[in-house]
């Protein structure tokens, strides 16, 4: 969001309440934003709120004698990169649906025009509903979803839940934080639009008795990474992961699913269950090894001289996947974590689970945090990915698997 220019459109609804809010993580993720609001929405929060936290004068008039031409309903949107209308009302909807323009906010949306290489294209809209379940449901609000969406309005939620008239449902606007990161997501490049994702992530579970078990220390961070990026990108996805402590990536979205497993072999089953995708990627730290047969009942300190545990070995799911490749599909994207010689062992784990990419890192010095440094190895080289936080570098991979896609 670093230095995009955003119009933020409030309507008068009591989820404007949270349009301070809004306004502040869109800051502090680098944006500038201009406020501009309806009438009904000052009587849910006051303009003198809204010029606090954007820093820029609030516009409710059309007549508004600050703009110098007099013509706010053109100016506002011509250096934006978008106008988001948060929230935005049944009627504010049903009112661009039609063409309608009474007021400054919805004149904006019917003028709204950017300029783009010494030409006017027209600047993106994108609103967040916010009203009753009732008037959700209605079907002249279906009809101006229906008519907003063919005229390339995009719509982010509504979500279901609580509402403010003590009634639960569809309706409930975004969280701000969703609607930020929906934001981040538009302005993405859309490399993937129409791709089916499969990803697994985090760390496998091996069970020794009901309450011990062997794990590794993957928190999933690269793996859900991946998968928000994939959606930014426009894909749908899978996420098959074992036990982390993650919320699910862009969930509000609908373009996620999400299956939990603890074992290897759990995690295996939900794979061989995935049909019909076009990338895998393979980022979870799968256990080479389950205890043969773990023990139905808690083992007691005092019931054997010393433990030993007999393994077995568990399938390798990479291989397993890449082994039934046609035609390139799925493309299969491997992750190694090492403790040494990085570049050689992941030149090898490329040969011998026949993969066209793999992404490989030191381990332990990544474990858990947020940021990461990467070696992207394919059979013709090598491109070291300079460190960065976890999500940048998920893009970098993404863009990179477009590539070899086309
Ligand atoms: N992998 C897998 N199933 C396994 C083991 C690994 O799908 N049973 C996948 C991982 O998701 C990763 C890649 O294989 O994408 C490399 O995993 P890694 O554990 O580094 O490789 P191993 O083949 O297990 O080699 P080693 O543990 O000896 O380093």
Same mark, same amino acid.
């Given at each position: 969001m ?11 609804g009591?989820a404007?309440?949270?349009s ?9 993720a ?40 007099g ?34 906010l ?21 609103m ?13 609000t279906?009809?101006s979803?229906?008519?907003l ?21 569809m309706?409930r606007?975004l969280e ?16 993937l639009?129409?791709?089916?994702v499969l ?5 496998t579970?091996e ?6 078990g062997?794990?590794n220390?993957?928190?999933?961070k ?5 998968a928000?990026?994939?959606?930014e990108?426009?894909a ?14 862009? /969930?509000? #979205?609908?373009? @996620? ?5 603890e074992?290897?072999? &759990?995690?295996?089953?939900?794979? *061989?269950? !995935? ?29 054997s ?9 568990n ?5 397993t ?14 992750f190694? /974590?090492? #403790?040494?010689n @990085? ?6 784990k490329?040969k &011998?689970?026949?993969?066209?990419? *793999?992404? !490989?890192?030191?381990?332990p010095?990544?474990?858990?945090s ?21 999500l940048?570098?998920a ?12």
């Amino acid at each position: 969001m670093k230095n995009k220019k955003i119009v933020l459109g409030i309507s008068g609804g009591i989820a404007a309440y949270k349009s301070p809010e809004l306004v502040r993580l869109l800051i502090k993720a680098g944006a500038e934003v201009q406020v501009v609001m309806t009438q009904a929405a000052t009587k849910f929060v006051t303009e003198t709120t809204m010029q606090a936290v954007s820093g820029n004068p609030v516009f409710v008039s059309q007549w508004d004698p600050r703009v110098s031409n007099g013509m706010a309903h053109i100016e506002l949107s011509r250096n934006a990169d978008a106008i988001l209308i948060a929230p935005v009302s049944a009627d504010m909807m049903a009112k661009h649906s039609l063409g309608l323009a009474d007021d400054l906010l919805s004149t904006l949306c019917l003028a709204r025009g950017t300029e783009s290489g010494g030409m006017i294209v027209d600047c993106p809209l994108l609103m967040a509903p916010a009203m009753n379940l009732q008037m959700w449901n209605h079907p002249a609000t279906k009809r101006s979803v229906e008519r907003l969406q063919r005229d390339g309005v995009h719509l982010l939620g509504p979500a279901s839940g609580d509402q403010a008239c003590g009634e639960v449902g569809m309706g409930r606007m975004l969280e701000p934080v969703e609607i930020i990161e929906s934001l981040i997501a538009f302005f993405q490049k859309k490399l993937l639009q129409g791709k089916k994702v499969l990803i697994t992530a985090g760390p496998t579970f091996e069970p020794i008795d009901p309450v011990r078990g062997i794990t590794n220390r993957s928190s999933g961070k690269m793996g859900f990474a991946i998968a928000r990026a994939a959606i930014e990108s426009g894909a749908e996805v899978h996420l098959i992961t074992g036990p982390v402590a993650l919320d699910t990536p862009l /969930a509000h #979205t609908g373009k @996620i699913q999400r299956t939990d497993v603890e074992t290897a072999e &759990q995690m295996l089953n939900a794979v *061989l269950a !995935a049909k019909d995708y076009d990338i895998f990627f393979s980022v979870a730290a799968v256990a080479d090894w389950k205890i043969k047969s773990p023990n139905l009942q808690k083992i007691k300190k005092n019931s054997s001289n010393g433990l030993s545990i007999e393994f077995e070995e568990n399938a390798d799911i990479l291989f397993t996947i890449a082994s039934r490749v046609k035609n390139n599909k799925p493309f299969c994207v491997g992750f190694a /974590a090492e #403790t040494e010689n @990085i570049e050689e062992y992941g030149k090898t784990k490329l040969k &011998q689970k026949k993969i066209p990419m *793999l992404i !490989a890192n030191h381990g332990p010095s990544t474990f858990g945090s947020d940021e990461n440094q990467l070696i992207l190895i394919e059979a013709n080289g090598s491109l070291k990915l300079a460190r960065s936080d976890k999500l940048s570098l998920a893009r970098e991979i993404i863009a990179k698997v477009s590539e070899r896609l086309v």
